[in-house]
């Protein structure tokens, strides 16, 4: 990768065998309740969470427990009703829309279950999309973009659009846009579910690899024990509170 | 890659639709540009009046005459350089009844004085005034009715009964747009020998050269001032005023096409606003995951203008590149041809061609306004639920 490496290095993979690990977010009484219609669906109760640094945390649990609700709020997506949240050192209750946009684009990297890539660019284009709301000149965004791409092993696909690739192609593409940008912590919100086991399986090696060698953290929503196996550490949700 | 081209990949995302938007905002661009070239072609004859020359018609109305001993003291004003006067004949091609084309007696000898920017090759000039029957057509109708110097044809009097025999003298062009090039000139003198004694020596109208454009008011009220006190009182005014009056009995007509061609518009930014709508409805998942990534609202609405304006713009040139041909080359030259005298110069002005284009890319952004405002205000988390 071009981009900043100090997240990257393979060399520091093996800090967490440390025992001091600084939790990279933490979450304190955090509420979540949403309004539909009259009804008031609390979704998340007096959430405590901490996640450790270069984590590869799996959140499971049944539809509707809060999973994906909890992870918007760790990546700034969402506001909690009650509670604080700290995530890599800023704290995301005190800032404003801007500024949580702003650090989403430096702190956090999204992938989605449906690859959500624009289908009017190239694999390459759409891995340069983060870049273009940085200073970088257009012959560096697109070096940092090449190499993403190197990484999740699509360097022959470069120009190929989304409806060139396959699903796991896509998803690949995904994870190279959610790398280009060298966050610190990767989303990944039921990444493997719209694909077949073999990819899925190439996609959660990947994941793994992105965690090991270049020190991600990564949080991943999953209704699949065999992907969330892959993590280091799985949470269960259910009914807005940890089990 | 960049932002902007984000936008114009976007616009192009869906060929089909956007290529019937374009389309749509083309033929109202089209539209639009016709129905100013007629307020234009309309008006031109005001616009390009000369601004030293007076009209002076009976102050009751256009269609009664005046003396011919009018023309003499008329001349005799001081400030007048030169006058000429003319008679409307109404004279018609039997072959085709309905086709109308100006036909006016005028006085050969001052004619081309008093109408300077009237161009005539010597030789032709000579011919007419070696001719009585002699006659001047412009080149649209020459060209229309495939009349050449040394024809002989026939017209039908409408006003002045009768078989009429003219010989074509010669093909007049002219120098000003306000020239009708479908009309026929002849001489007066030829009308007027040929009239019953009790029709002659009658004029329809005076027109009169003055030394100084800015006194034209102070001319026209001194010329009207010599025959107070007669029969027969006249109207004098500039030849711009003159053209206004009678504008002024159209001037329903020009505000009833002006507030269509402003309908037109409106009804091209309802489409393409739909349009944008639409295609922000249908990328509102697009959306979410650029707001997710860290692109501002401000992104987004730049996004949808962006896509409006590029629309806009396409459809006002194709719009543009369409009228040309069909306005200028196909229908203008039938509407010289044929109408010349309510529209003597039928062509696409360019400040209309420039305000065409501007009003397509304008709208087009107006359009988008709302759509661009509801793109930005998307909640981050509703526009990725609706990723499944």
Redesign the interface.
């Known amino acids: 990768m071009a981009a900043p490496q100090g997240h990257l290095s393979p060399a520091e993979g093996a800090y967490r065998s440390e025992p001091q690990v600084r939790a990279i977010a933490r979450l304190r009484g955090v509420r979540k309740v949403f309004q539909r219609g009259a009804e008031r669906i609390t979704v998340l109760d007096g959430l405590d969470l901490e996640v450790p640094d270069g984590s590869f945390e799996a959140l499971m649990g049944p539809s509707g427990s809060g999973k994906t609700t909890l992870l918007?709020l760790i990546?700034g997506?969402?506001r909690p009703t009650a509670g604080t949240i700290e995530v890599a050192g800023a704290n995301l209750t005190d800032m404003t829309?801007?500024e949580l946009?702003?650090w989403?684009?430096?702190t956090i990297g999204?992938i989605?279950?449906?690859y959500?890539l624009?289908?009017?660019?190239t694999a390459?284009?759409n891995v340069?999309?983060?870049l273009?709301?940085t200073k970088l000149p257009?012959a560096e965004?697109r070096k940092r973009a090449r190499t993403a791409l190197r990484v999740v092993g699509l360097e022959h696909r470069l120009h190929h659009f989304p409806r060139q690739l396959s699903g796991g192609q896509e998803q690949r593409v995904a994870i190279a846009?959610a790398l280009v940008s060298d966050p610190q912590i990767i989303v990944a919100d039921e990444p493997t579910g719209d694909l077949d086991r073999h990819s899925a399986d190439e996609i959660l090696d990947l994941l793994e690899r992105l965690n090991k060698e270049f020190r991600k953290t990564i949080l991943m929503v999953t209704h699949d024990p065999h992907a969330a196996e892959r993590a280091t550490i799985i949470r269960r949700l259910d009914k807005g509170a940890l089990t | 890659m960049n932002l902007p081209l984000l936008a114009v990949r976007n616009v192009m995302r869906n060929r089909f639709r956007t290529t019937l938007t374009i389309c749509g905002v083309a033929v109202a661009v089209l539209c639009f540009v016709l129905l100013r070239t007629v307020v234009y072609s309309w008006t031109v004859a005001v616009d390009q009046a000369a601004s030293d020359r007076i009209g002076t018609r009976h102050k009751i109305t256009f269609i009664m005459p005046l003396p011919r001993r009018y023309i003499d003291e008329i001349r005799s004003v001081p400030g007048v350089t030169a006058a000429t006067w003319m008679n409307w004949f109404g004279g018609k091609d039997p072959k085709n009844e309905r086709d109308f084309f100006a036909t006016i007696a005028v006085d050969s000898r001052s004619f081309l004085t008093v109408y300077d920017e009237i161009v005539v090759p010597p030789e032709d000039l000579e011919r007419w005034y070696q001719d009585r029957k002699g006659a001047l057509v412009g080149d649209a109708l020459a060209k229309k009715k495939g009349w050449k110097v040394g024809d002989r044809i026939t017209l039908v009097g409408t006003i002045f009964p009768g078989e009429w025999e003219f010989h074509i003298s010669g093909i007049y062009t002219a120098t000003r747009k306000s020239v009708d090039r479908s009309t026929l000139w002849f001489h007066w003198d030829y009308l007027n020998e040929s009239l019953p004694e009790r029709l002659r020596d009658t004029l329809g109208w005076v027109v009169s050269r003055v030394s100084d454009p800015a006194r034209t008011a102070e001319i026209s009220k001194a010329i009207d001032a010599r025959f107070e006190d007669r029969d027969v009182q006249t109207l004098s005014m500039s030849e711009r005023a003159l053209n206004l009056s009678f504008m002024g009995m159209l001037s329903a007509v020009l505000t009833a096409v002006d507030i269509v061609s402003v309908v037109i518009l409106v009804i091209m930014m309802l489409i393409l606003g739909n349009t944008i709508a639409m295609g922000v409805r249908e990328r509102t998942a697009e959306y979410g995951v650029l707001r997710a990534i860290g692109f501002w609202p401000r992104h987004l609405a730049a996004f949808v203008l962006g896509e409006g304006m590029i629309t806009g713009l396409l459809g006002g040139a194709l719009g543009l590149l369409l009228s040309y041909p069909i306005v200028e080359q196909g229908l203008g030259r039938w509407v010289e041809e044929n109408m010349g005298a309510l529209f003597p110069y039928f062509r696409v002005p360019w400040p209309t061609a420039a305000l065409a284009l501007t009003l397509a890319l304008v709208l087009g952004v107006v359009a988008s306004l709302i759509p661009a405002w509801r793109a930005a205000r998307l909640d981050v988390i509703t526009a990725l639920r609706r990723m499944d």
Do not use: T, Y
């Not at chain 1, 624009?118 to 660019?121: K, Q, Y």
């Open positions: 918007n990546a997506l969402d829309d801007g946009a702003r989403r684009a430096r999204f989605f279950q449906s959500n624009m289908p009017v660019l390459l284009e340069e999309l983060p273009l709301l257009a965004r846009r």
